[in-house]
């Protein structure tokens, strides 16, 4: 017999959890833009073109909850665009090229979904640190234009400021568990872009 499946929907307490979770990331962010100077105003750059991969269902679901919100029209000019970036994408990993194609949510250099936006998306474009369950401690760099703003501010890169990830990405974990529940082991892992999540359609809930 056939598992059943429907759509995994976000309960509201966990999209408050996530939303939550994006608030203080959001914070953590400014602060750690305003100590190093950094805006994107007049940034020659846009980051919705970089090779973003998500992880989580809960984003991918709270994601659904957006594109449930816009108009025929709109939703149906994303997907189409969704579709045009998944085959490009997968053309340029073929030929062994890291993709750069702008993100189907982004319209003029904006998000169409910008209070919906993933973590990682959220998170680009200052210096971060992440300790891993394993003890091991990673520093991400930052953006071209920080990384740029670092070395002329900074005698070393290590002296600059960082948003510390590490519990807003366990305190994810947790929505994570919490929304698929017993059922976890029936979940494959993901690794999907923006576009991939829209081509695909809402994620399933394993009955």
């Known amino acids: 017999m056939s598992e059943a499946t429907s759509e995994l929907e976000l309960p509201p307490e966990l999209a408050q959890e996530l939303e939550a979770i994006y608030t203080a990331m959001a914070n953590g962010y400014d602060t750690v833009a305003t100590a190093i100077g950094l805006t994107c105003d007049n940034c020659p750059d846009n980051c919705c073109d970089s090779y973003f991969l998500h ?33 490009a994408s997968r053309s340029a990993l073929a ?8 993100c189907p949510l982004n319209e003029a250099g904006r998000c169409r979904l910008y209070r919906h936006r993933l973590i990682i998306c959220r998170s680009h474009g200052v210096p971060a640190t992440l300790t891993s369950p394993n003890g091991s401690r990673q520093r991400f760099p930052g953006c071209f234009r920080c990384q740029e703003m670092v070395q002329e501010r900074y005698p070393k890169t290590e002296m600059a400021p960082a948003m510390e990830r590490t519990e807003l990405f366990r305190r994810l974990v947790l929505v994570e568990q919490r929304l ?28």
Not at 95 to 102: L, T
Not at 182 to 207: E, F, W
């Open 180 to 207: 698929l529940g017993a059922g976890r082991p029936h979940y494959a892992k993901i690794r999907l872009t923006i576009a991939d999540m829209i081509v695909q359609g809402p994620p399933k809930q394993h009955s």
């Open 95 to 102: 030929e062994g090229r890291r993709p750069q194609i702008m």
């Open 55 to 87: 992880y989580t269902y809960s984003e991918w679901a709270y994601l659904r909850q957006g594109l449930k919100e816009l108009d025929p029209t709109s939703l149906e000019a994303i997907r189409r665009r969704a579709q045009e970036y998944v085959e």
